[in-house]
């Protein structure tokens, strides 16, 4: 069964960096696209990033040029580094993975903003 852990969120001050892990186990077949999702309170889940098996990424225009997703396919991990926090990425972070026709999802990770 797949299983995803995350790990790497915390309180940090606006303008501060923190870089989030999230590792899949638990299966034999290599991983599709992998990526990031975040849900503040009192609002829908929305994508942060994205990223293929080949390493081709995509970002929300409201986190393009401050977070930066990638992936250790040897490891069935992928990161999200993110600086320049602001206030307003405050949320819970999740992590989903696509292998062969399943998607899965991880835990979540909560991310603060605040001073």
């Known amino acids: 069964q797949v299983q995803l852990v995350e790990s790497g969120g915390g309180l940090v001050q606006p303008g501060g960096s923190l870089r989030l892990s999230c590792a899949a186990s638990g299966t034999r077949f290599s991983i599709n696209d992998m990526g990031w999702y975040r849900q503040a309170p009192g609002k829908q889940r929305e994508l942060v990033a994205t990223?293929?098996?080949?390493?081709?990424?995509n970002y929300a225009v409201s986190v393009k040029g401050r977070f930066t997703i990638s992936r250790d396919n040897a490891k069935n991990t992928v990161y999200l580094q993110m600086n320049s926090l602001k206030p307003e990425d405050t949320a819970v972070y999740y992590c989903?993975?696509?292998?062969?026709?399943?998607?899965?999802w991880g835990q979540g990770t909560q991310v603060t903003v605040s001073s």
């Open positions: 989903k993975v696509k292998i062969g026709w399943g998607v899965y």
């Open positions: 990223i293929t098996s080949g390493g081709s990424s």
